[in-house]
T-cell receptor, first 112, second 117 residues
Framework: SQQGEEDPQALSIQEGENATMNCSYK?????LQWYRQNSGRGLVHLIL?????REKHSGRLRVTLDTSKKSSSLLITASRAADTASYFC????????????FGKGTHLIIQP | GAVVSQHPSRVICKSGTSVKIECRSL??????MFWYRQFPKQSLMLMAT?????????EQGVEKDKFLINHASLTLSTLTVTSAHPEDSSFYIC?????????????FGPGTRLTVT
């Protein structure tokens, strides 16, 4: 199965700065989703962007999608210590009956 | 939002024994649930798609006889790791989609950490 790639694999920034994570994938998709995982815990859904959308906002999150380049980016603005976590992109190729294919993740550390 | 629970959260078992993990959708009916596995510091890998009332669909490379999945009702799917070995030690996470929401968002359980000694 296809596996997305995130970069960077790890990112450490100061509180208040913006964090940008990128994701690339290999196949055609129906949608792309971003999830957050705190250490050893379950996943929290952050945002979903459909293949016919180019940009989406939710609070401090901004996601872009470029289907021609098969890539997406997640921007977290005004970062907080509580944003420290691993972030994964996940793609869905078909409809809702399909599982997700996850990228390798970016581990984000926000330094106070 | 929709809630998915898993039980147990942690389990330690001896090599050769079987372990059952439950995944429940608490406030919605899920005709389809998904099982993922995550090794330390790695990403999640889809193991299988669990369909209520029918056989699960396994991803390539996942042994169906080793990882038994039963979707007995619209709110419960179970994953049984049979004849567990230390290499089966991992974090197992289930998810479900709420078809009533009409979205593609999946709701994830908190995960089960399996350690095989």
């Amino acid at each position: 199965s296809q596996q997305g790639e995130e970069d960077p694999q790890a990112l450490s920034i100061q509180e208040g700065e913006n964090a940008t994570m990128n994701c690339s994938y290999k196949t055609s998709i129906n949608n792309l989703q971003w999830y957050r995982q705190n250490s050893g815990r379950g996943l929290v859904h952050l945002i979903l962007i459909r293949s016919n959308e180019r940009e989406k906002h939710s609070g401090r999150l901004r996601v872009t999608l470029d289907t021609s380049k098969k890539s997406s980016s997640l921007l977290i603005t005004a970062s907080r210590a509580a944003d420290t976590a691993s972030y994964f992109c996940a793609t869905m190729e078909g409809g809702g009956a399909d599982g997700l294919t996850f990228g390798k993740g970016t581990h984000l550390i926000i330094q106070p | 939002g929709a809630v998915v629970s898993q039980h147990p959260s942690r389990v330690i078992c001896k090599s050769g024994t079987s372990v059952k993990i439950e995944c429940r959708s608490l406030d919605f009916q899920a005709t389809t649930m998904f099982w993922y596995r995550q090794f330390p510091k790695q990403s999640l890998m889809l193991m299988a798609t669990s369909n209520e009332g029918s056989k699960a669909t396994y991803e390539q490379g996942v042994e169906k006889d080793k990882f038994l999945i039963n979707h007995a009702s619209l709110t419960l799917s179970t994953l049984t790791v049979t004849s567990a070995h230390p290499e089966d030690s991992s974090f197992y996470i289930c998810s479900a989609r709420d078809p009533g929401q009409g979205s593609y968002e999946q709701y994830f359980g908190p995960g089960t950490r399996l350690t095989v000694t």
